[in-house]
């Protein structure tokens, strides 16, 4: 294991450029990052029977999240305890058993091994109950998002979210009725080290006025006819435990869909959520919930980033909406998802671009041996009075700091899985 606390200084902002290459890092992170943290598996509409499943990753390690006989969601390494195929190829459907097409071992839905074929050439020892498939310890849900962990003893996940909760809230709690996923999922891959698409989305308003200014320009040409800054003031949130959102206030000109936008009944979710939420995240906010989970409360967008080796990541995307939204209005804000943030989104392809240019010259010597900046709106965190937690400027680093403190602190400690071995 490296000793990270030279790569990342949270004090002055400076960052070393091996934390986005280092195959060894990359390797320390799936263990002691993704491994015992609360990890984004799916939405709760993606399950509506026994059986229905959709396969994902922790980290690297493919999981299959499913629902059991008792309509509780479970989820298991998509891993056959025989040779280690995956015992389930099909990215979601609906089963009464994952059956490997290897050598035809099949488990249920409680992970447990149920049939074999030639069950009698194996040794009398040989007991079935002891080759069940390895099941996520734990799984809980926060309004519909569902997380899971390998680490044996987490934090309840509403700790481990803290005040990022409220800020989450402003996309998922408008009514009683709670949000659907509407359309499919996407998937599509970047060349990019993963942290800098969840760093962006924690904490980086800065570039839009400059990336996405064509974007801007296309969208509202009247209103943006000189491309000029679009929004000045604004907040940003930082925590603890890496999460991070920033957001205008008082924003003037909300870039969702027009159908969405008249829909909004606003005074009832000002009673609701209370003005500081509605005028603030509720406006054109991003958030990264730590470490690979990523949401724009107003397009509906939600996605992860799964990590695929230090140069490369797959992004997952899904359109939420309220569940209360009659279907035109949901298919407007499916429309306005792809349009802005899909695979070929207009301001999607200004983000995969920028990362990608960065990671495409990071390996240079010279390169990595010059610091990168995050040091824009050092010593301006506080506390508001207006939004929990700590905050900071609109365009800020600190929730970049903060997403990178988190991330130095579980690189230099053993998970649970290093301490009981030794
Ligand atoms: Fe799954 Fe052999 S690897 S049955």
């Not at 490997?100 to 074929?117: E, F, M, R």
């Not at 500081?276 to 991003?286: C, I, M, N, Q, Y």
Request: with cysteine.
């Amino acid at each position: 294991n490296i000793d990270v606390s030279g790569l990342v200084d949270s004090d002055t902002g400076l960052l070393d450029r091996a934390i986005f290459t280092d195959e060894q890092l990359y390797r320390q992170e799936l263990r002691r990052v993704f491994a015992p943290n609360w990890l984004f598996l799916a939405h709760i509409d993606q399950f509506h029977k026994p059986g229905d499943f959709f396969t994902t990753y922790i980290g690297e390690d493919p999981v299959i999240v499913t629902m059991d006989k008792d309509r509780r969601i479970r989820a298991y390494l998509n891993s056959c305890r025989h040779r280690g195929a995956r015992v389930c190829r099909a990215d979601e459907g609906a089963t009464r058993n994952f059956t490997c097409t290897y050598h035809g071992w099949a488990y249920d839905l409680d992970g447990k091994l149920v049939s074999i074929p030639n069950k009698d050439g194996y040794p009398e020892s040989f007991d079935t109950k002891d080759w069940g498939l390895v099941e996520v310890p734990h799984v809980e849900t926060y309004r519909g998002l569902i997380f899971g962990t390998w680490n044996p003893q987490p934090s309840p996940l509403r700790d481990y979210l803290g005040d990022m909760a409220w800020y989450l809230d402003a996309m998922l709690d408008h009514d009683d009725e709670g949000t659907v996923v509407v359309g499919g999922v996407h998937k599509w891959v970047l060349e990019g080290n993963w942290k800098l698409a969840a760093e962006q989305f924690a904490t980086d308003w800065y570039h839009v006025n400059m990336s996405h200014a064509s974007a801007l320009m296309v969208l509202s040409p009247t209103k943006n006819p000189k491309n000029e800054i679009v929004h000045r003031t604004g907040r940003q949130f930082l925590d603890p435990n890496g999460h991070g959102a920033g957001f205008p206030v008082h924003a003037k000109n909300r870039f969702n869909a027009q159908k969405v936008h008249e829909w909004i009944d606003y005074d009832a979710l000002r009673e609701r959520l209370g003005e500081a939420r509605v005028e603030g995240p509720l406006t054109d906010g991003h958030a990264t919930v730590f470490p690979n989970f990523s949401y724009l409360p107003v397009i509906g967008t939600i996605r992860v980033w799964h990590p695929k080796g230090p140069d490369r990541m797959e992004v997952w995307s899904w359109t939420v909406v309220d569940k209360s939204m009659p279907p035109e209005v949901r298919e407007a804000q499916r429309l306005y998802n792809l349009r802005t943030f899909g695979p070929s989104g207009i301001f999607e392809q200004d983000d995969g671009e920028n990362w990608s240019e960065v990671q495409a010259i990071s390996h240079g010597f010279i390169t990595n041996s010059v610091p990168l900046n995050y040091q824009m709106g050092i010593g301006s965190e506080r506390e508001d009075g207006r939004h929990p937690g700590t905050t900071s400027e609109l365009y800020s680093d600190a929730a970049g700091r903060a997403f990178y403190g988190r991330w130095r602190d579980l690189m230099n400690t053993p998970a649970w899985h290093e301490k009981e071995t030794r």
